[in-house]
């Protein structure tokens, strides 16, 4: 048994070898991430993509936006020429006309025309759907901390898609070590955010009324004082949570989900490589969402 170990051993050791590529060039490639939805004004970031091994640092954010753009947004019926804003770094394209914002059952196109380089989209507002009651649901391990529960009743009418956000309206209490001894006073999120798994549609619940359970969302790079160690994806006792849930359509279900698998796995030497389902058609890549919305708010006790 000795005298096979050894072997085995020798034969991992001379099985190592050091491979070595050049990978090719590629062209900037326009990558289209916009979204309409009930009550809000449109949101388009038009971008650059960039090299997989390229370095991020600080001069990235006034190369990779795309400006001066010709971006077209119609509701079937009313066509509105979309301005370029600069909010704090990012900038969006959007309309401050009220007819622009997004309308339940209204189907939205969108063309964007960048010199000799064009892209269209469609997207789907449906009508929303109500959560019917939300808890704060304790995580036995720990008194102060937990999930929201939910309770909701889906159409007997099979094809409905949805995605769940939720936003802590609250404000911190008190300063945190550096850097974040400055957040007193200010609201946890900054948006609603989409916890892992956000996305579903209704192919195993057609129909039926059932509970479910879901967990917080971060932010990326923007994450609080409280969002890594024990706390990190719960919320707590004394969170004021804006709960949005939001109906979607089969696309833009596809792309979310692949998006997510993507995020858990990356750095697996296990995953899959390859495109995102996109709904973006012509000379680049990119998502419409379309999300028809409902709000609840919760408060965490």
Known sequence: MKNLNYIFIFLIISCTKTIEFNLPQTDQTMILEATVESGLPPRIVITNSQGYFDPIDSSLLNEIFIHDADVV?????????????????????????????????????????????????????????????????????????????????????????????????????????????????????????????????DKLFNGLTFDFIFARGEDGDFEGPDDEGVEEGFFKTGDTILVKSTTTTYPVYLYVRAMENAAVSNGSIFASSGNLPYNVQGDGLGIFYGYGVSYDTLICE
Not at 108 to 135: F, H, M
């Open 73 to 201: 947004l119609s509701d079937g019926n009313q066509e509105f020429i979309l301005q370029e804003f600069n909010f704090n770094g990012i900038y969006v394209y959007s309309s401050l006309d009220f007819a622009a914002f997004g309308q339940y059952g209204k189907t939205y196109s969108l063309k964007v025309n960048k010199g000799n380089k064009t892209l269209t989209a469609r997207a789907k507002i449906p009508q929303p759907l109500e959560i019917d009651s939300l808890w704060f649901e304790k995580y036995e391990a720990y008194d102060s901390l937990g999930l929201i529960g939910a309770k909701f009743t889906d159409p007997d009418t099979l094809g409905n898609c949805y995605r769940w956000f939720a936003q802590r309206i609250n404000t911190y209490k008190y300063n945190y070590p550096y850097p974040f001894d400055n957040v007193k006073g200010t609201v946890k999120d900054n948006r609603p955010l989409a916890p892992i798994g956000s996305s579903t549609d």
